[in-house]
């Protein structure tokens, strides 16, 4: 293209050549005399702004000019000055709406023809938005700005009462819609634009209105501004805005009643979804193709106690039982399932699938559908929030849902996995601070808390802590922008609790207070992180992953709370201090610290060494609600705010057009990432449950309301007897289990029933292979033992130690059992 582009047809041809950092959109009506000098201050401006904005255009929209101002664009020889018209003038609303549709640039500058506010001032709004806004609005109303040349004081005056009537009307908390000097993200300018319907001056108000409703965020910022003559507003036209946007606003609730502006739904939003499920149906691969025979075996035993969790809902929804408790395991005291993870708010929804196909095939499509879910809602968290890039979006939202510390846990804990609701929380926290609709979002808030509540309470308590510590940071960076944020967030979110607190204050009841509650569940003295833990490698790192390690620095498979790799933490580092100026970045950075530094633990060894320090988590370890987290968990924290790190880096690289900076920053994200990519969790086969279970043939040993009583009994380490219950549809009850439960007077919660002493011997049994002397008091403790389960049955299965675990029940009962269906089978209706 040789020259300045003309007529209205060309606009679609010029989005096709590829982007740039900067469009400047220039609406102009009859500025044949001013528009030559602001052309000339804009071009100056960028070319000696090379260094920021590598790659730049502007567009002048004529709105049918009469005099001479097409032939002051058409006179310029530079490429990047381009202009777009009008057959006739119908206002600045129409003249933005084609210019801005004209534009290709990542950031895009709306500055009227006179130029009142100098193109200098574009510095301090591009600050603005760097720190991750939608909008930076150039303000004479804000404490900062500065006036050089007034307006007459009527035009003055009449101008401050439209703005009053503004804010009432359409944008509530900003304070000068119409100054001239407005710079958006290209792509919401674009969209908001595009949707617009005023061709007058009320374009401005209407486009800051679409932001508003759409919880993008505007920031007003001070710029200096002067008076020129040969203004085209006259002092009348703000009642012709607020004219405007009234019937704007009747028409809209005419058509569509109130709602919120959605987001375009764009192509690459659907294959980012597609590729997210793709992205979890194969970390799930061993076992989503055949769940009711496949294991993961780095669940442990927790995929048997989920299973059970999803079918014992699904009977409870099924026979109208309460949702809340079951005896089915831990007989006959039974279970507080409030008080243990069920995650009801899936669980019960599950439940037609669970009762059709089987609780396996429901947990399986539930976690993996749940976890693709997850990473869309960051997606769109990072996407509305911080980079509006889809690629560096997809980059963060992946590191987000799939960082090593959620792959451990996705063996075992969907509570930790599926998370959708986090992000949706976070979203509607940040419209708070707005304080748009304090009211509608409060509410909305308070819902989606509840709703979280029946997902999982212990990820809830995790996010407040990681929100709380980015707000503490952000009000540091930008203690205006908090002291701003703090009045309408305190009433949103007491709003928040009035509309959450009825909805959950029984079923909390019922877990703090109902039968079978507990007090906080013992997890050792220290179950942070070693520091060498945030910096080595998962075991499924698909890379660098080093299972030897990871077990040596973690509880089990299932807590590899951390292991980000130091390639990604030094990666952190850099972007942190190549981006130290923008607020956003200052409080990821101090997030990711904080929630490292607490997941040590209330003391920490330096590695390889005898030093320890203690741990800020000591501050919190015996709070109430704190007492019962796995402290290193704290450290899962990292994964979303690393993730929008990763999303600013790649978005950054993906805007420069220098390519050996853009060849070298994006090899660095590879080696970071790279190594942390996740294998497929491993799965094999899963053990075959007896026939004496598969074909029913315990229902001759097992009365109404007695047990059958596996040998040893279930418990956190052995736990196959729960996966029989769910293939005999529930039909009998089970003593022990594996659940959170309480012991002793105290009612401290520990895994699994309270132990007695027959189920304490047979356990150790299985364990060492050693059978104790067996007496009469043995018998007389097993007898008063089984009494108390209503035990009809005891079965000894094929297991390690299997020979002698039958010895000791033959010497417990006083006879030798009966091989049956592939077990051993003693029946206690029986007189000896």
Same mark, same amino acid.
């Given at each position: 293209?040789?020259?300045?582009?003309?007529?209205?047809?060309?606009?679609? !041809?010029?989005?096709?050549?590829?982007?740039?950092?900067?469009?400047?959109?220039?609406?102009?009506?009859?500025?044949?005399?001013?528009?030559?000098?602001?052309?000339?201050?804009?071009?100056?401006?960028?070319?000696?702004?090379?260094?920021?904005?590598?790659?730049?255009?502007?567009?002048?929209?004529? &709105?049918?000019?009469?005099?001479?101002?097409?032939?002051?664009?058409?006179?310029?020889?530079?490429?990047?000055?381009?202009?777009?018209?009008?057959?006739?003038?119908?206002?600045?609303?129409?003249?933005?709406?084609?210019?801005?549709?004209?534009?290709?640039?990542?950031?895009?500058?709306?500055?009227?023809?006179?130029?009142?506010?100098?193109?200098?001032?574009?510095?301090?709004?591009?600050?603005?938005?760097?720190?991750?806004?939608?909008?930076?609005?150039?303000?004479?109303?804000?404490? %900062?700005?500065?006036?050089?040349?007034?307006?007459?004081?009527?035009?003055?005056?009449?101008?401050?009462?439209?703005?009053?009537?503004?804010?009432?009307?359409?944008?509530?908390?900003?304070?000068?819609?119409?100054?001239?000097?407005?710079?958006?993200?290209?792509?919401?300018?674009?969209?908001?634009?595009?949707?617009?319907?005023?061709?007058?001056?009320?374009?401005?108000?209407?486009?800051?209105?679409?932001?508003?409703?759409?919880?993008?965020?505007?920031?007003?910022?001070?710029?200096?501004?002067?008076?020129?003559?040969?203004?085209?507003?006259?002092?009348?036209?703000?009642?012709?805005?607020?004219?405007?946007?009234?019937?704007?606003?009747?028409?809209?609730?005419?058509?569509?009643?109130?709602?919120?502006?959605?987001?375009?739904?764009?192509?690459?939003?659907?294959?980012?979804?597609?590729?997210?499920?793709?992205?979890?149906?194969?970390?799930?691969?061993?076992?989503?193709?055949?769940?009711?025979?496949?294991?993961?075996?780095?669940?442990?035993?927790?995929?048997?106690?989920?299973?059970?969790?999803?079918?014992?809902?699904?009977?409870?929804?099924?026979?109208?039982?309460?949702?809340?408790?079951?005896?089915?395991?831990?007989?006959?005291?039974?279970?507080?399932?409030?008080?243990?993870?069920?995650?009801?708010?899936?669980?019960?929804?599950?439940?037609?699938?669970?009762?059709?196909?089987?609780?396996?095939?429901?947990?399986?499509?539930?976690?993996? =559908?749940?976890?693709?879910?997850?990473? +869309?809602?960051?997606?769109?968290?990072?996407?509305?929030?911080?980079?509006?890039?889809?690629?560096?979006?997809?980059?963060?939202?992946? =590191?987000?849902?799939?960082?090593?510390?959620?792959?451990?846990?996705?063996?075992?804990?969907?509570?930790?996995?599926?998370?959708?609701?986090?992000?949706?929380?976070?979203?509607?926290?940040?419209?708070?601070?707005?304080?748009?609709?304090?009211?509608?979002?409060?509410?909305?808030?308070?819902?989606?808390?509840?709703?979280?509540?029946?997902?999982?309470?212990?990820?809830?308590?995790?996010?407040?802590?990681?929100?709380?510590?980015?707000?503490?940071?952000?009000?540091?960076?930008?203690?205006?922008?908090?002291?701003?944020?703090?009045?309408?967030?305190?009433?949103?979110?007491?709003?928040?609790?009035?509309?959450?607190?009825?909805?959950?204050?029984?079923? =909390?009841?019922?877990?703090?207070?109902?039968?079978?509650?507990?007090?906080?569940?013992?997890?050792?003295?220290?179950?942070?992180?070693?520091?060498?833990?945030?910096?080595?490698?998962?075991?499924?790192?698909?890379?660098?992953?080093?299972?030897?390690?990871?077990?040596?620095?973690?509880?089990?498979?299932?807590?590899?709370?951390?292991?980000?790799?130091?390639?990604?933490?030094?990666?952190?580092?850099?972007?942190? +201090?190549?981006?130290?100026?923008?607020? /956003?970045?200052?409080?990821?950075?101090?997030?990711?610290?904080?929630?490292?530094?607490?997941?040590?633990?209330?003391?920490?060894?330096?590695?390889?060494?005898?030093?320890?320090?203690?741990?800020?988590?000591?501050?919190?370890?015996?709070?109430?609600?704190?007492?019962?987290?796995?402290?290193?968990?704290?450290?899962?924290?990292?994964?979303?705010?690393?993730?929008?790190?990763?999303?600013?880096?790649?978005?950054?690289?993906?805007?420069?057009?220098?390519?050996?900076?853009?060849?070298?920053?994006?090899?660095? +994200?590879?080696?970071?990432?790279?190594?942390?990519?996740?294998?497929?969790?491993?799965?094999? &086969?899963?053990?075959?449950?007896?026939?004496?279970?598969?074909?029913?043939?315990?229902?001759?040993?097992?009365? &109404?309301?007695?047990?059958?009583?596996?040998?040893? /009994?279930?418990?956190?380490?052995?736990?196959?007897?729960?996966?029989?219950?769910?293939?005999?549809?529930?039909?009998?009850?089970?003593?022990?289990?594996?659940?959170?439960?309480?012991?002793?007077?105290?009612?401290?919660?520990?895994?699994?029933?309270?132990?007695?002493?027959?189920?304490?011997?047979?356990?150790?049994?299985?364990?060492?292979?050693?059978?104790?002397?067996?007496?009469?008091?043995?018998?007389?403790?097993?007898?008063?033992?089984?009494?108390?389960?209503?035990? %009809?049955?005891?079965?000894?299965?094929?297991?390690?130690?299997?020979?002698?675990?039958?010895?000791?029940? !033959?010497?417990?009962?006083?006879?030798?059992?009966?091989?049956?269906?592939?077990?051993?089978?003693?029946?206690?209706?029986?007189?000896?």
């Amino acid at each position: 293209m040789s020259g300045p582009v003309e007529a209205q047809g060309t606009v679609r !041809e010029r989005r096709g050549e590829g982007t740039v950092e900067l469009s400047v959109v220039v609406p102009a009506y009859n500025e044949q005399e001013r528009l030559g000098p602001t052309l000339d201050a804009i071009t100056g401006y960028l070319r000696d702004s090379q260094s920021r904005w590598a790659s730049w255009e502007v567009v002048v929209a004529d &709105d049918g000019s009469t005099d001479g101002t097409r032939e002051v664009v058409t006179a310029r020889r530079d490429p990047r000055v381009q202009l777009v018209t009008s057959p006739h003038n119908r206002g600045k609303g129409s003249a933005l709406r084609l210019g801005v549709a004209a534009t290709r640039g990542r950031r895009v500058l709306v500055t009227d023809a006179d130029l009142a506010a100098p193109i200098e001032e574009l510095e301090h709004l591009d600050k603005e938005l760097e720190q991750g806004g939608a909008a930076a609005i150039g303000s004479r109303s804000v404490p %900062g700005a500065r006036i050089d040349r007034h307006q007459h004081r009527l035009r003055e005056l009449l101008g401050r009462a439209g703005n009053v009537l503004i804010r009432a009307v359409a944008v509530p908390g900003v304070r000068d819609t119409q100054c001239g000097f407005k710079l958006f993200d290209g792509e919401r300018a674009r969209t908001a634009f595009a949707a617009s319907r005023l061709d007058g001056w009320g374009i401005d108000v209407e486009v800051l209105q679409h932001f508003h409703r759409a919880g993008w965020p505007i920031t007003e910022v001070p710029v200096r501004w002067s008076h020129q003559s040969g203004s085209k507003v006259r002092p009348l036209d703000y009642g012709r805005v607020l004219a405007e946007l009234i019937r704007l606003r009747v028409t809209r609730l005419r058509e569509t009643g109130p709602r919120e502006p959605r987001p375009t739904l764009r192509p690459a939003d659907v294959l980012v979804a597609v590729l997210f499920l793709l992205m979890a149906v194969a970390l799930y691969s061993g076992r989503f193709f055949d769940p009711a025979h496949r294991y993961l075996p780095d669940s442990l035993q927790d995929q048997n106690q989920w299973e059970w969790f999803f079918a014992v809902t699904a009977d409870n929804v099924a026979h109208l039982h309460n949702p809340l408790f079951t005896d089915l395991q831990g007989f006959p005291d039974g279970v507080n399932l409030m008080a243990n993870t069920v995650m009801l708010g899936l669980s019960v929804p599950f439940a037609p699938l669970t009762l059709a196909f089987g609780p396996a095939v429901a947990l399986s499509l539930c976690m993996t =559908l749940g976890l693709a879910v997850t990473a +869309v809602a960051w997606y769109r968290l990072i996407v509305r929030r911080v980079v509006s890039r889809r690629s560096a979006a997809f980059a963060g939202a992946s =590191l987000a849902a799939f960082a090593p510390p959620m792959v451990s846990h996705a063996n075992a804990h969907p509570n930790f996995v599926i998370l959708f609701m986090v992000p949706l929380i976070i979203e509607r926290a940040l419209r708070l601070c707005e304080g748009t609709d304090v009211r509608r979002d409060g509410v909305v808030l308070g819902l989606l808390t509840a709703y979280q509540i029946f997902l999982g309470e212990e990820p809830l308590l995790l996010a407040a802590l990681g929100m709380l510590l980015f707000a503490l940071a952000y009000a540091a960076a930008r203690p205006k922008t908090a002291r701003a944020a703090w009045r309408p967030l305190l009433r949103g979110l007491a709003l928040a609790g009035a509309v959450c607190l009825p909805v959950i204050a029984f079923p =909390l009841y019922w877990q703090f207070a109902g039968p079978q509650s507990y007090g906080s569940v013992l997890h050792g003295d220290n179950a942070g992180n070693s520091p060498l833990a945030l910096i080595s490698f998962a075991e499924r790192s698909m890379v660098a992953g080093d299972a030897t390690q990871a077990n040596a620095l973690s509880l089990n498979p299932t807590e590899q709370n951390a292991f980000y790799g130091w390639p990604l933490l030094i990666l952190a580092v850099g972007v942190t +201090v190549r981006l130290w100026d923008r607020a /956003l970045v200052k409080a990821l950075a101090f997030t990711v610290a904080a929630a490292a530094l607490l997941s040590l633990g209330p003391s920490f060894r330096i590695p390889r060494t005898d030093i320890v320090f203690p741990g800020p988590w000591a501050l919190l370890a015996h709070k109430p609600l704190f007492e019962s987290v796995i402290e290193g968990r704290v450290a899962m924290v990292c994964a979303p705010a690393l993730g929008m790190l990763l999303a600013l880096a790649v978005d950054r690289l993906a805007a420069t057009r220098k390519p050996g900076t853009q060849y070298v920053g994006l090899l660095a +994200v590879s080696l970071a990432v790279i190594p942390i990519v996740p294998a497929p969790l491993k799965a094999v &086969d899963r053990t075959p449950v007896p026939s004496f279970i598969t074909a029913g043939m315990w229902k001759s040993y097992v009365r &109404d309301g007695e047990s059958l009583v596996p040998v040893p /009994l279930p418990d956190p380490g052995a736990a196959e007897a729960l996966h029989w219950q769910t293939e005999a549809d529930l039909g009998f009850k089970l003593p022990g289990g594996y659940f959170n439960g309480p012991y002793g007077e105290d009612h401290i919660g520990i895994y699994g029933a309270s132990p007695r002493y027959t189920s304490n011997m047979l356990r150790d049994v299985r364990y060492t292979g050693v059978v104790p002397t067996i007496g009469k008091n043995w018998q007389a403790q097993a007898r008063r033992d089984f009494a108390y389960w209503k035990a %009809g049955a005891l079965v000894v299965a094929p297991q390690p130690h299997d020979d002698a675990l039958r010895q000791a029940v !033959e010497k417990l009962v006083g006879r030798p059992g009966r091989w049956t269906g592939g077990v051993w089978v003693w029946d206690l209706h029986e007189q000896n």
